[in-house]
Nanobody, 116 residues
C-alpha cells in the first residue's frame, strides 16, 4: 500500500535552515507529482510546495517563495523540502502528500519548531 514517511524535523533557530525528507513506497513514484503541506497550531493545513513527476517544475506558497526549494530523487523514491531563513511562523507539522487516482495519501508528519 501507499506509504509516506517524513523525517528531518526538530527544534531550529530563527534564521537557520531545515531539510525534510519524505520516503515513498507502494506506488510508482516517478509517475506522480508530490507536495509538502504544513499545519500550524490552530490553523488549517496549507500547501507549501509541489513538484511535478520528473522534478522539472515546482510551485511554492507565497509564504515560503524565495527561501524554499522542493526537490526529488526518483532513484531513491524520496522528495525533499528545504527552507532557509527560518521564521517562527514556519513552526508547524510538515506533511508529505501524493494524489493517486483521485485518492489523497498523507504521511504521519514531522514537527518543525522554530524558536530561539
Amino acid at each position: 500500500q501507499v506509504r509516506l514517511v517524513e523525517s528531518g524535523g526538530g527544534l531550529l533557530q530563527p534564521g537557520g535552515s531545515l531539510r525534510l525528507s519524505c520516503a515513498a513506497s507502494g506506488f510508482t513514484f516517478n509517475m506522480y507529482a508530490m507536495s509538502w503541506y504544513r499545519q500550524a497550531p490552530g490553523k488549517e493545513r496549507e500547501l507549501v510546495a509541489t513538484i511535478n513527476y520528473n522534478g522539472e517544475s515546482a510551485n511554492y506558497a507565497n509564504s515560503v517563495a524565495g527561501r524554499c526549494t522542493i526537490s526529488r530523487d526518483n532513484t531513491k523514491n524520496t522528495v525533499y523540502l528545504q527552507i532557509n531563513s527560518l521564521k517562527p511562523e514556519d513552526t508547524a507539522v510538515y506533511y508529505c502528500q501524493v494524489i493517486i487516482l483521485l485518492q489523497t495519501y498523507w504521511g504521519q508528519g514531522t514537527q518543525v519548531t522554530v524558536s530561539s
